[in-house]
């Protein structure tokens, strides 16, 4: 279970560049929420801020009714998907997916089992003793999500994740994780700047401009909007 509230956030960079400007949601358990808007309206910032990446120059947010802005990373129960796979090219699929678990100390056959379910959520069962290298574009993205799922976060934060496949792969990966979420049952921050990948993913989607928040909605009062 995890429901978030980001109270009056901002973020100023140096140079004084406010790339947040008084960002307030009520994310509810188990909601797939996607942040929309054009490069450089400051999805990717406020993303960074929940997952404990970039810091909060003002506001609170609070992960559970635990205020986290001073939290670190590895302690909020979030794991963040990013467009560019960076998975460990030296290292197998399992590997890959394993090596967050084997840093924390997780018991073996606890990482085995975890592996082998997300391969099989993700249909990578194939694939686990190949290198990156041997893999296609949507395979590698799926090792990604992999490598997020076996950590069991409450939060999956996903910077446009898609954005680095072909035109069908994305169409289809789209309603992949759609199902995932379905699946996992767990609460979903996804960033994109595609209007048609957010109408067709999010619950509810939270329309950005030069920092700000414009709208915040289901995708059917969006569409209806006047
Ligand atoms: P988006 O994800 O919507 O493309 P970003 O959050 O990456 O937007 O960026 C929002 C604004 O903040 C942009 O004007 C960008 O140039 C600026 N920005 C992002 N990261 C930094 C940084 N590390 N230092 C200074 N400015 C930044
Ligand atoms: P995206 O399209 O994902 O938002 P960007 O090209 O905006 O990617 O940003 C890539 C990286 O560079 C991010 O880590 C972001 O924080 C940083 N960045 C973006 N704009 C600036 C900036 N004006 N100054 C310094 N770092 C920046």
Redesign the pocket.
Known sequence: MAKLSLQNIY?V???N?T??KDFNLEINDKEFIVLV????????????MIAGL?EISQGQLYIDDRLVNDVAPKDRDIAMVFQNYALYPHMTVYENMAFGLKLKKTPKDEINKRVMEAAKILNIEEYLKRKPKALSGGQRQRVALGRAIVREPKVFLM?EPLSNLDAKLRVQMRTEISKLHQKLQTTFIY?T?DQTEAMTMGDRIVV?KD?IVQQVDTPLNLYNYP
């Open positions: 973020k960079y140096p140079g560049i790339a947040v808007g054009p490069s450089g309206c400051g999805k990717s910032t406020t993303l960074r970039e910077d960033v700047h950005m920092g």
